[in-house]
């Protein structure tokens, strides 16, 4: 090889790393791969933004995901389906819920009516023109109507909890892949440009100009460490597993939430409603009583008497009116949308009434008590998060233990002209070292104790915890099932007893009008069926929030994965 040759390749290795830097800046471009805020990802055909999904650190490390981390759950959503007696009674809408965060960055989608519905969320419209009366105006068709479903998928895309678990699952995916990295080798690669300039001024020694290039590429690989990288990478699977069972969890519990609020705006509107019919009967005598007193056949204080049992009839509906305006100002919070939206909501499928003696079809409670425990202690995701988490703190006992013990390393190092940071050579030299090498540490002040110590205290913590969640979760599913049972019981007896004070009423008040009753037994069947309403919106409100529980530990337990021993 002559000198032009050698040299033109000097200049060549030389220039390696500004060619490298170059194609560093322009391969975003070259590869079309969006960056900064233009970059979006889609999910299950949405569009969803995400900043941060490409940027320059992708063009060091083109891989997705080399060491396959990502769990597949991280990007299917959880597909759930309400229950019938949950869902809107026309079933204009599909029960389905695909249980995603922000499965959808435009709110409207998820009303029946998106035209009208983008024309509510933006305050275009508050209502019906003309109906000035609050259940007129919030029933009027004119509003895009909101069922089941619908206020789930909202509440999903805007819960924190739920955007939370997802971000944990791809951060613990990201720890367990730097676990297993530890078993691949480790290379890195230098170059190097000098330029040494010597000067003797006002001597007759000539100047000096050095210019020298350098490069050198390493390799390191641990063979042997008695098991670290092992009980590190075992501990991050665990928490993997964790964060997916956490995940579940969070899903279940928002859906638990916003269905509990929903129902609570239901109930509010129905007593609103109920409230409403009442008020024509207490006119209707109020009436009948001036109609005698003008007669000669009433006195005054029977109009008094009426006047003083609608008043109470019309106050109980201002009450009504306040709590359902409550109620529905904390489930648009609760789904994200505008204060001023404004919608209706859709009608609740009315559970249908057994023969007496007989059990009731409908019934959700299939399963016998033993059997939902037995299930739930195994598949709950709140329980399978404790109990990963826990075999993740015994995991990291025996990682903390093999920091103490001795490793064994391999490496390899080659330099060209020199290696770096040393005095400058205008000779060129070629430099292979070969090395394995095994480490043993003698004392390092009882720090590898004192670890050993903290991972064992952390991992009895982590197992208490686990038996505390799980004698929660077995306590919650016990009393929700009493509970279920109870509240079916009182819905039955509360709809005899608001129908035959429903009847009374109506008999009480015909027996007035003809003259064969007093004001007092009207008021007092007013009173009745007053009351008896009260407690019918009571028991249904009860059964409904009973009935949300079941189902939702039911899907928590159908669609969770156990804990599997090898992560």
């Known amino acids: 090889m002559n000198a032009d040759t050698s040299g033109r390749r000097c200049s060549l290795l030389a220039?390696?790393?500004?060619?490298?830097?170059?194609?560093?800046?322009?391969a975003p471009c070259c590869l079309g791969a969006p960056t900064g805020a233009q970059g979006k990802e889609t999910r299950s055909g949405q569009t969803l933004e995400s900043p941060d999904t490409h940027d320059?650190?992708?063009?060091?490390?083109?891989?997705?995901?080399?060491?396959?981390?990502?769990?597949?759950?991280?990007?299917?959503?959880?597909?759930?389906?309400?229950?019938?007696?949950?869902?809107?009674?026309?079933?204009?809408?599909?029960?389905?819920?695909?249980?995603?965060?922000?499965?959808?960055?435009?709110?409207?989608?998820?009303?029946?009516?998106?035209?009208?519905a983008r024309l509510m969320l933006a305050g275009g419209e508050t209502g019906a023109p003309g109906k000035k009366d609050i259940t007129d105006r919030l029933a009027s068709p004119d509003l895009p109507r909101l069922d089941l479903p619908q206020a789930v998928r909202l509440a999903l895309c805007h819960n924190a909890e739920v955007r939370g678990a997802w971000s944990a699952i791809a951060q613990q995916a990201a720890i367990l892949g730097q676990a297993r990295s530890a078993y691949l080798p480790q290379i890195n690669a230098g170059a190097n440009r000098y330029r040494s300039r010597l000067r003797y001024p006002g001597s007759r020694y000539p100047d000096s100009d050095l210019r020298v290039s350098s490069q050198n590429?390493?390799?390191?690989?641990?063979?042997?460490?008695?098991?670290?990288?092992?009980?590190?990478?075992?501990?991050?699977?665990?928490?993997?597993?964790?964060?997916?069972?956490?995940?579940?969890?969070?899903?279940?519990?928002?859906?638990?939430?916003?269905?509990?609020?929903?129902?609570?705006?239901?109930?509010?509107?129905?007593?609103?409603?109920?409230?409403?019919?009442?008020?024509?009967?207490?006119?209707?005598?109020?009436?009948?009583?001036?109609?005698?007193q003008a007669q000669g056949a009433g006195s005054g204080n029977d109009t008094l008497q009426a006047e003083s049992a609608l008043a109470r009839i019309k106050l109980e509906r201002s009450r009504a009116e306040g709590d359902y305006r409550k109620a529905l100002a904390l489930l648009t919070q609760t789904l994200g949308l505008p204060a001023h939206a404004g919608y209706r909501l859709a009608p609740l499928a009315v559970l249908p009434e057994s023969p007496p003696g007989t059990p009731n079809p409908h019934l959700p409670m299939q399963k016998a008590l033993d059997d939902w425990l037995t299930e739930a202690a195994e598949r709950h995701p709140a329980i399978l998060s404790?109990?990963?988490?826990?075999?993740?703190?015994?995991?990291?006992?025996r990682a903390a233990r093999a920091e103490g013990m001795p490793t064994l390393d391999l490496g390899y190092n080659y330099y060209r002209n020199g290696r770096p940071?040393?005095?400058?050579?205008?000779?060129?030299?070629?430099?292979?070292?070969?090395s394995i090498s095994l480490s043993f540490p003698l004392f390092d002040g009882f720090n590898t104790t004192y670890k050993v110590r903290g991972a064992q205290a952390l991992a009895e913590q982590k197992g208490i915890e686990y038996e505390a969640a799980r004698q929660q979760i077995l306590r919650e599913i016990a009393q929700t099932h009493a509970e279920a049972h109870a509240a079916l019981d009182n819905l039955d007896a509360a709809r005899r007893l608001y129908r035959a004070a429903q009847a009374t009423a109506q008999s009480t008040q015909r027996q007035y009008e003809g003259g064969a009753a007093d004001i007092l037994r009207v008021n007092q069947s007013l009173d009745a069926l007053q009351q008896s309403l009260l407690e019918r919106t009571r028991a249904e409100a009860e059964w409904l929030a009973a009935r949300m529980k079941l189902w939702s530990i039911e899907t928590a337990i159908e669609t969770s994965r156990p804990i599997t021993e090898d992560p």
């Open 15 to 26: 220039a390696m790393p500004w060619i490298y830097a170059a194609l560093l800046c322009f």
């Open 56 to 116: 320059w650190r992708e063009v060091f490390t083109p891989f997705q995901d080399p060491l396959r981390t990502r769990p597949a759950e991280l990007d299917h959503s959880l597909n759930l389906e309400l229950p019938p007696d949950l869902h809107a009674g026309d079933g204009t809408t599909e029960a389905g819920i695909d249980a995603f965060p922000c499965a959808d960055d435009d709110p409207a989608r998820a009303f029946d009516d998106p035209e009208r």
């Open 217 to 292: 590429i390493g390799l390191s690989w641990r063979l042997f460490d008695f098991g670290l990288r092992n009980a590190r990478t075992e501990a991050a699977g665990y928490q993997l597993q964790a964060a997916l069972a956490s995940r579940d969890a969070a899903v279940h519990k928002a859906l638990r939430d916003v269905a509990q609020t929903y129902f609570d705006a239901q109930i509010a509107w129905a007593r609103l409603q109920a409230q409403q019919e009442l008020q024509p009967l207490a006119e209707r005598t109020l009436q009948a009583t001036r109609r005698r």
């Open 386 to 397: 404790a109990r990963a988490q826990w075999q993740a703190a015994r995991a990291s006992v």
């Open 421 to 434: 940071n040393t005095s400058l050579n205008t000779m060129q030299s070629r430099e292979s070292v070969l």
